[in-house]
């Protein structure tokens, strides 16, 4: 398995506050992405990053904020939490931006946001 | 109208079933094709990509027709582990953007 993590794992906060979430993956790859899973919804992209520095929104982009510092980090960000944030979010990373049918995206284990 | 649609599901089947989930994806210019599985709780995790020839692994196998934008996944002697939610994933943008589907659900029953 790609060596991904996420931190924190489990988070409850209250509505206002902001909320930072990190990926961290060990595999020098390229591309990070920030996905949020809703019943009824499926896996929706909020972010997604080409590069250090280099990043550009997805689908569900409104609200969330990401940095990439470094080619291991990915930072999503929640500025002023909702309850409509309540989600599980899942980072996930890839080598390249090849469309090829043997670079696939990784996932790390989820983080389980709550929005009081 | 979603951009990959999926069988609604729930499949509940006995051991030893033979299983096949369908997948439709709406972007013409869509390049590459993957099946993933989910399990309950945990983060979903590559099963296979798919070809245009089609192609197997054990007992699954995978088929793509472009012409009709349609992706299958058989599964074949269900096992109690295949127990999962199968999710279908088609890219675009030069492999940078997956596209998820909604999951089919997949219940192997005793």
């Known amino acids: 398995d790609a060596g991904i993590t996420q931190s924190p794992r489990h988070k409850v906060t209250e509505t206002g506050t902001p909320v930072t979430l990190r990926c961290h993956q060990t595999e020098n790859h390229r591309y990070m992405y920030w996905y949020r899973q809703d019943p009824g919804h499926g896996l929706r992209l909020i972010h997604y990053?080409?590069?250090?520095?280099?990043?550009d929104k997805g689908e569900v982009s409104d609200g969330y904020s990401v940095s990439r510092s470094k080619t291991e980090d990915f930072l999503l960000t929640l500025e002023s939490a909702t309850s409509s944030q309540t989600s599980v979010y899942f980072c996930?990373?890839?080598?390249?931006?090849?469309?090829?049918?043997?670079?696939?995206?990784?996932f790390g284990p989820g983080t389980r946001l709550t929005v009081l | 109208r979603k951009e990959v649609e999926q069988d609604p599901g729930p499949f509940n089947v006995p051991e030893g079933a033979t299983v096949a989930f369908n997948c439709t994806y709406s972007n013409s210019a869509s390049q590459s094709f993957f099946w993933y599985r989910q399990d309950c709780r945990k983060e979903p995790k590559l099963l296979m990509s798919?070809?245009?020839s089609g192609n197997e692994d054990g007992r699954f196998t995978a088929q793509l027709n472009r012409a009709s934008q349609y992706i299958s996944l058989l599964i074949r002697d269900s096992k109690l582990s295949d127990s999962a939610t199968y999710l279908c994933?088609?890219?675009?943008?030069?492999?940078?953007?997956?596209?998820f589907g909604p999951g089919t659900r997949l219940s192997v029953l005793p």
């Open positions: 798919v070809y245009s």
């Open positions: 994933v088609v890219t675009h943008n030069y492999g940078q953007n997956f596209v």
């Open positions: 996930a990373s890839k080598t390249s931006g090849r469309a090829d049918s043997t670079d696939t995206q990784y």
């Open positions: 990053s080409y590069g250090v520095k280099d990043t």
